[in-house]
């Protein structure tokens, strides 16, 4: 190999190297933020089962943000009428709520013997009581002031899960686009009470019906059968909550004094955006 070959492959390879020379923490830690994400893991009991328990707890309260802020997304295009951002975040949330729902993968198989190894070290606390969850469940429509009551000691927290009551459910901003298009959604659930669980409408499921009977190709029938979508992994979520925590404890009483399997088989069987499963029926 001549010098200027030799010289021009060492250039060549100095070049493909990463840069590893920086003067504070490294850029992928400045955004990603690793160093706290890695330490953030507090254990409780000396059980080697809890880290992944609190690994996967933590996994799933980060989906919850990212598939909160896709729902935000989406409900605030549509009071836009831009349907094709507010399907875009929708189908997005699609990918990570099946993602969210393979957290459950890693707990699934758990013995009650696994369990109770470190569930002491959970005392009160419960999955129930999280606040990021809680506005996944609001933007569903799933609305209660009662499930602001654990968080009255957290200010912050508090406020944005009051702000969120009192807005609009991403359903209740699809109903009104779907009003402002013209089509018959009755006026008292336009202007219901907003901190109110949405309750099912035999007009809206008319709605629906008449959507779903015309061509399947329009822009709004697309948007609902994306909020099906949407639909179903929530369901499929609360199941394997069900499933992994059936496995886990039986019916013993729930962490945080809820009733456990019997308050999880109640969701269970209850689907978002009701009229849009039960419209079906009459196509």
Do not use: C
Not at 102 to 131: C, D, H, I, K, V
Not at 246 to 260: C, E, I, L, P, V
Request: avoid cysteine; glycine fraction near 6%; charge should be negative.
């Amino acid at each position: 190999m001549s010098p200027q070959t030799r010289d021009a492959s060492t250039e060549a390879t100095e070049t493909e190297s990463p840069n590893l020379d920086f003067a504070g923490t490294t850029p992928y830690e400045d955004y990603v933020q690793a160093d706290v994400l890695t330490h953030l893991q507090h254990l409780r009991s000396d059980d080697p089962g809890e880290m992944v328990f609190l690994v996967t707890t933590q996994v799933m309260e980060l989906w919850f943000t990212v598939i909160v802020h896709e729902w935000e997304t989406a409900a605030h295009a549509l009071r836009r009428d831009d349907v094709p951002v507010a399907v875009a975040a929708l189908k997005r949330s699609i990918r990570e709520l099946d993602a969210l729902n393979a957290s459950w993968r890693p707990l699934a198989q758990l013995t009650p013997a696994q369990f109770n190894s470190y569930r002491g070290a959970l005392g009160e606390g419960s999955g129930f009581q999280s606040a990021m969850y809680r506005r996944m469940e609001f933007l569903l429509g799933e609305k209660s002031a009662s499930m602001l009551v654990p968080h009255r000691g957290a200010p912050r927290v508090h406020a944005e899960l009051e702000k969120a009551l009192h807005e609009p459910s991403l359903y209740d901003e699809v109903l009104a686009l779907l009003a402002r298009r013209g089509y018959a959604v009755p006026r008292e659930v336009l202007e219901r009470d907003l901190a109110k669980k949405y309750e099912p409408s035999d007009a809206v499921e008319a709605v629906w019906t008449e959507l779903y009977s015309g061509d399947e190709s329009g822009e709004l029938a697309r948007l609902g059968e994306t909020l099906t979508d949407v639909g179903e992994l929530v369901w499929r979520w609360r199941n394997d909550h069900l499933v992994a925590t059936r496995r886990a404890m039986g019916s013993k009483t729930g962490t945080g004094g809820s009733a456990g399997v019997a308050w999880l088989e109640k969701r269970a069987v209850k689907n978002v955006f009701p009229e849009l499963w039960t419209a079906r029926s009459h196509v």
